[in-house]
């Protein structure tokens, strides 16, 4: 009986109530630069230290991160077209 019973019951897909969440890193930017203006006119101090060192931080950060990537891709580029230019060389004067 337990058999049939097996049988007749497929397994149904689980159903999860998952809602997406989305981060917008410039609208976050955007809005901590909103605070820091507004507490700078208010007079106020910011948690995160004064607005030069702050903004420096965040140019650092995104110039460390770029110019890094660049100077792998560049370094990869330059090996890969030296070593085919060596394998041209070496099929075509060899």
Known sequence: MILFKNLHNSNRNKQFNFVPRYYDEEKEQLNDRYKRIEAELNGKSTLKGSFGSYRLK?????????????????????????????????????
């Open 58 to 94: 965040d140019k650092w950060k995104r110039n460390k991160n770029t110019s890094n990537f660049e100077k792998k891709s560049n370094v990869r580029l330059a090996f890969i077209t030296l070593l085919l230019f060596a394998l041209c060389y070496w099929m075509l004067y060899l």
